[in-house]
């Protein structure tokens, strides 16, 4: 079974700048892609960011130029977040895949203000 545990979220001016962190634990030799989702008040979850273990890494047009994923190792995935919009307010969730299927982390409120 995996977990996965987010950190780095929290409160930033625009403009500003937040790193996200996710580890993953427990049955992790299977990971493949991890990646960042965030679904903000009144719409659908989309997706931020992914990677996979090869280190190609897939964008949503809103962030590209201003965010940055990465892995540190097979079971962390950080994402840097330069530039922040109001927009950018939302929960990010982490996602991993693996041969089971995709996993969720709980989430993690990142709320950019004027």
């Known amino acids: 079974q995996l977990q996965l545990a987010e950190f780095g979220g929290g409160l930033v001016q625009a403009g500003g700048s937040l790193r996200l962190s996710c580890g993953a634990a427990?049955?992790?030799?299977?990971?493949?892609?991890m990646g960042w989702y965030r679904q903000a008040p009144g719409k659908q979850r989309e997706l931020v960011a992914k990677?996979?273990?090869?280190?190609?890494a897939t964008y949503a047009d809103s962030v590209k130029g201003r965010f940055t994923i990465s892995r540190d190792s097979a079971n962390w995935v950080f994402l840097q977040m330069n530039s922040l919009k109001l927009d950018d307010t939302a929960i990010y969730y982490c996602?991993?895949?693996?041969?089971?299927?995709?996993?969720w982390g709980q989430g993690t409120q990142v709320t950019v203000s004027s």
């Open positions: 996602i991993a895949r693996d041969q089971y299927g995709v996993h």
């Open positions: 990677v996979t273990t090869e280190g190609d």
């Open positions: 427990g049955s992790i030799s299977g990971l493949n892609a």
